[in-house]
């Protein structure tokens, strides 16, 4: 019978469909013995039909009158092979995947063999199988919309009550298999995004919604897996940057994912997806971690670091407007709301409590227990600060009788106080708070964090509709505006209390806004002065600072200003050092660059650095002196490093006093070679020297190095700087003119830290480090970092000169040549070590 299916014939013509089909009607039984001809009539059948849905209607025609979709489910019930399961899979994926004409989709999935195939039992331990079947859903799934979406489910009184294409695919929700996870969401989204109400509602109830509950759960599993990585980075010293990067990439999918089910505009769906990370993620694992250290479980507990990540992930990414307010409100509450108090210890902080404060507290309205024990009532205290407070610029001083703290004070605590890990995490979770679009305003002036134009701004619109006293708030010193946050509080207060059995009860508001926005400004400070933190979270210190302030001398007070001036004056001690220390002829060059990186980067409408560089190993700090004969590469981290924070504070000062930012640092020009140089009697321009090249050999040296073992040469040696450039150069003299030469080697005068040797006092020992440094600030923390460290490695010279003065001369003229060039920088970059002359001079 199937070998009359090799015969002559066109290949794409009716006739060829009709003889196929005819062929595959016959078919009693699919064995191993007729298999073959049954997966080519398949494929071939496939490719027929896509092409007379795009060529000739008559092929669908065909296609419905001899009903081939029953012989295809007909031939699946009577198969014995695995093979014909996965060709048959495939084909029906080809042509839902390529029909284009509706009334062709409409009649695919009018009948039930659609639904038939989808409920059929395959023999998943197959995984080609498995994905053939995923593939499949996926394609029917890409041709769903309001009209084809009612031909696959069942219904009853108007209502879905089967949905198989749905619930067969969510099986695979959870699949080990990435592939078959992503196919299993994009399939979602498509029956999601529909827009049908009542496959809404089926989605969204009992026990499909079970759906997100398991989402959630699995997502919570991912950010623990993350934590245990992070955590192994500290402890086993192993570069586990790689294996970080890809959690984070899962994480990121999967809000990104909850992200697009909520742009489906499912308010059911909504609602539980937010219940959910607040109820299994938020409240019971990462608030709680933010400011106690709990005797951790190992299958539930955070770190500090993947807390503060994955708070600002969910920030950005999952835009829902309840959830970004309720994170907000809680960061007012106080930690013991999440986590009982037998538990917890403070991290890194003690907290004096009275005892017979906290019961007195507890009689009126503070800490009690429900009934049933199952939820908390928390007094929410006044925000009060251990930061600095300036009774002279007329901040309201805190309540020092509250013996509770709240979660922002945690996040203001780790500013000043924590290590690098948890200065970046509250700056990005501050960061994250500001950009948050679906914040109330009003939420942002208690925190702090509402910028200084936006309150401004309000308060002026306030004053125009005739409300209140905003006039008077307008230009006053004090801006008291409480009443807009307490009803916003109140209202996230209901729904903690309400919805998540979270009770929580404000004393009357008397916290003014402005002084809230000090305590945050004195962190910035405070975190702008400390040297045990890397420029680059130094940085983002400085951004957020900008955001809140922008161009507002009035809310920077003496206090800000001297600290910043202090810590201005120590970091140009260090400056001043690095004229005289190994790369000196480079400092120009960076402060110039990090000066316009800098510039960028304050001015910038968000942040430049992603929240998961927190998770991430941590920037060197300027704390972290150099042990003696540290390698150039060392040095110059150092060097990049001040530069950074010397150009910041630098800036900052500039801002403080509502100065334009010029695009360049004020620095002196060039000036002329002098004649009486060793560079202008050598014949050396301020290009330098080159190899090859003749010069005059009046000042030089004469001696002897071995490159080689065995293998000395004759040189003469000289050293000369030009400007803020110097080298080491040996140059073989002509014999046709004396006392000339050609330039042979040529090294960095910078950084060769010249030393004569004690036992032998006719040689002089260099170091040689590289000519260039390269710009490591993009690229720190990849892991090809250490690669480009172990390329740079210093270099020694050994030069034995003839007799011991010979050899003081050439340390004394190298000597002299590194103060000439330590001059000549210091000189040029002086205007900007005087940050009171750079403020006069700045555009207005």
Known sequence: MWFSFWRSRDRFSLDEFRFLTDQLMKVQ??????????????????????????????????????????????????????????????????????????????????????????????????????????????????????????????????????????????????????????????????VYHVGDEAVNKFVASHPHADYFSNLVKFFREQCINLDKLVNASKCQGSDTTGSILSSVDEIEDNLYYFSDVISAGIPDIGRLITDLLLKVLIFPSILPSLRMEVVKDSDTGLGTATSLYLLCCILRIVKIKDLA???????????????????????GFMVNHDMSLENQESENGGFISDSDGQSLRVLVPNISSSLNNHPEDGIPQPDHGSTYSALREALLSYITTGDDV????????????????????????????????????????????????????????????????GSEM????????????????????????????????????????????????LWDGGWLLRQLLPYSEADFNSHHLKLLKDSFHSCTSCILDETKGTWPDLLIMVLCDEWRKCKRTIEASSPRKDPKSMLLPSHKSLSEELAPGESSFASGERLFEIVKVFVLLHQLHIFSVGKVLPDQPPIHPTVDVMETSRAKRAGIDSLGPKPSIELSLVDAVPCRIAFERGKERHFHFLAISVGTSGWLILADELPVRPSFGVVRVVAPLGGCNPRIDEKHMRWLHLRIRPSSFPYIDAAKHTPHAKVKSKALVDGRWTLAFRDEDSCKAAYSMIIEELKLLSYEVERRIKPMLDIERTIDTSTK
Do not use: W
Not at 105 to 134: A, C, G, K, P, V
Not at 449 to 462: D, E, F, G, V
Not at 520 to 536: G, K, Q, Y
């Open 29 to 190: 039984v699919v064995n191993e013995v007729n298999k073959d001809f049954v997966i080519e009539a398949l494929r071939s059948i496939s490719e027929l039909i896509t092409y007379g849905d795009q060529h000739d209607v008559a092929y669908f025609e065909f296609f419905m009158e001899k009903q081939v979709m029953g012989e295809f489910v007909r031939i699946l019930r009577i198969s014995r092979t695995v093979i014909v399961s996965l060709q048959l899979l495939q084909t029906m994926s080809i042509v839902i995947q390529n029909l284009k004409n509706e009334h062709s989709i409409y009649y695919m999935f009018s009948n039930e063999h659609i639904n038939h195939l989808i409920t059929y039992s395959f023999d998943f331990r197959n995984e080609e199988l498995l994905s053939y079947y995923i593939s499949f859903l996926r394609a029917i799934s890409g041709k769903l919309n309001k009209s084809t979406i009612s031909l696959l489910v069942k219904t009853h009184n108007e209502e879905v009550v089967s949905f198989p294409l749905y619930v067969e695919a969510i099986r695979f929700a959870f699949h080990e298999e990435s592939m078959i996870r992503t196919a299993v969401r994009a399939l979602t989204l498509n």
């Open 325 to 347: 307010n309720i994170v907000a409100a809680v960061l007012l509450c106080d930690i013991e709301t999440f986590v009982p108090r037998s538990e917890a210890k403070l991290n």
């Open 422 to 485: 948890q200065v970046s995490g509250s700056l990005s979770m501050l960061a994250t708070l500001l950009q948050t679009k679906e914040l109330e305003e009003s939420m942002l002036d208690a925190l702090g964090i509402l910028p200084q134009r936006k309150q401004q701004k309000k308060l002026l619109l306030q004053a125009l509709v005739g409300e209140g006293s905003a006039e008077e708030q307008l230009f006053s010193s004090a801006n008291l505006v409480k009443d807009g946050i």
């Open 490 to 537: 109140d209202c996230y207060l209901q729904k903690l209390k309400e919805q998540y059995e979270l009770l929580c009860v404000c004393k009357e508001v008397t916290v003014s806004p402005r002084r809230q926005r000090f305590q945050v400004l004195d962190a910035l400070v405070s975190l702008l002065c400390r040297s045990n933190i890397s420029a680059e979270t």
